[in-house]
Nanobody, 124 residues
């Protein structure tokens, strides 16, 4: 499975961006699609995930500002980011896995498939 992320860019504090990620094929099983982010010198950080059944999970730092959604028919997962802050600046990666359990949903090393990353820069 290949993932292709898009939608990053430069935005001012308080602005919005929408990231999109499309999978090359339909995912099987109890799949999870997620977004992570990473800044230089830091570990990849969980942002949000959506499970096959539609349940969503968010990092505390983005809850209430970001919304993750998926379209099973189109094999896509989107991340709507509102009220952006400078600390949201990072490279954002989409990820997917077909066998994740809930307790592992925020652990990047548990995901088998990754997109190439898209830069999000929030200016102050």
């Amino acid at each position: 499975v290949q993932l292709q992320a898009s939608g990053g860019g430069l935005v001012q504090t308080g602005g919005s961006l929408r990231l999109s990620c499309v999978a090359s094929e339909r995912l099987s099983g109890n799949y999870v699609m997620a977004w992570f982010r990473q800044t230089p010198g830091k570990e990849r950080e969980f942002v949000a995930a959506v499970r096959r059944g539609g349940s969503t999970h968010y990092a505390a730092s983005v809850k209430g500002r970001f919304t993750i959604s998926r379209d099973g028919a189109k094999n896509t997962v989107d991340l709507q980011m509102n009220s952006l802050k400078p600390e949201d600046t990072a490279v954002y990666y989409c990820a997917a896995d077909s066998r994740l359990i809930l307790s592992s949903i925020s652990q990047p090393d548990q995901y088998d498939y990754w997109g190439q990353g898209t830069q999000v820069t929030v200016s102050s």
